[in-house]
């Protein structure tokens, strides 16, 4: 089937055949091997895994977005993604670490749209450490 992970400032990520994938959704790890139902999955911050044409395993960690699914072909777009973390996972560690005591100090003032917007950048650093330690 084909396989398009994009981002919503139109970077294409990557873009071929693949043999399935597993997509990060609220209820859990969706492994998909073929698609014959139309449908749109809500995504959350994690790790896209998919097996490519040649049997290599590749991971991208991404931030929130959708899936469009229809037969033999996933369209993925999400806010941000990241192919390879560009920092090292103490830095990524610390990184998460400071958007939890920002959190922390948002939920007593803050309102709930600004909480929403920290957790899912905090969900994004957590998925990146995954990235970084596969």
Request: aromatic share 2%; net charge positive.
């Amino acid at each position: 089937m084909k396989l398009k992970i994009a981002t919503t400032q139109n970077t294409t990520a990557y873009q071929g055949e693949i043999k399935e994938i597993g997509l990060p959704t609220e209820q859990g790890l969706l492994t998909i091997k073929q698609t014959n139902t139309p449908s749109v999955l809500k995504l959350i911050p994690g790790i896209v895994s998919f097996t490519d044409e040649k049997g290599s395993i590749q991971n991208i960690s991404i931030s929130k977005g959708i899936a469009l699914i229809s037969p033999n072909e996933i369209n993925i777009t999400v806010s941000t993604l990241t192919t390879s973390p560009l920092k090292k996972i103490t830095e990524l560690r610390n990184n998460q670490y400071l958007l939890e005591l920002k959190l922390a100090k948002l939920k007593n003032t803050g309102d709930i749209e600004s909480i929403n917007m920290l957790i899912d950048q905090i969900e994004k650093v957590k998925a990146d450490i995954l990235l970084a330690n596969s």
